[in-house]
Nanobody
Framework: QVKVVESGGGLVQPGGHLRLTCTSSGFALDDYAVGWFRQAPGKEREGISCISENDQNTYYADSVKGRFTISRGSVKNTVDLRVTSLKPEGRAVYFC??????????????????WGQGTQVTVSS
């Protein structure tokens, strides 16, 4: 049932960085707009970034703009999220999912069909 898998999470110190990767199984992730989302402890899930299907436009929530970068990976059917300058509030489970339209992608919408397991990012000194 799970068609996307997130990886790359781990423990980092404040101000640190890492790269998260979204990988598809059974379909071509390259054919879809792909968003990244996160859910912090006790918080609601939020959209943080998206890359469009067509022109590879990128979009970011204000909370991560200038610090996170989304891109298609060097390996086909992957999408990376480079996270830098991590803040304590960056501690969360990070998810990726396909968007049904580039319009929803442009809104950094969290309206997607479902969720995978995510990958944990812990920010601690």
């Amino acid at each position: 049932q799970v068609k996307v898998v997130e990886s790359g999470g781990g423990l980092v110190q404040p101000g640190g960085h890492l790269r998260l990767t979204c990988t598809s199984s059974g379909f071509a992730l390259d054919d879809y707009a792909v968003g990244w989302f996160r859910q912090a402890p006790g918080k609601e899930r939020e959209g943080i970034s998206c890359i469009s299907e067509n022109d590879q436009n990128t979009y970011y929530a204000d909370s991560v703009k200038g610090r996170f970068t989304i891109s298609r990976g060097s390996v086909k059917n992957t999408v990376d999220l480079r996270v830098t300058s991590l803040k304590p509030e960056g501690r969360a489970v990070y998810f990726c999912e396909t968007h049904i339209s580039d319009y929803l992608c442009s809104r950094v919408s969290k309206d997607v069909d479902g969720w995978g397991q995510g990958t944990q990012v812990t920010v601690s000194s």
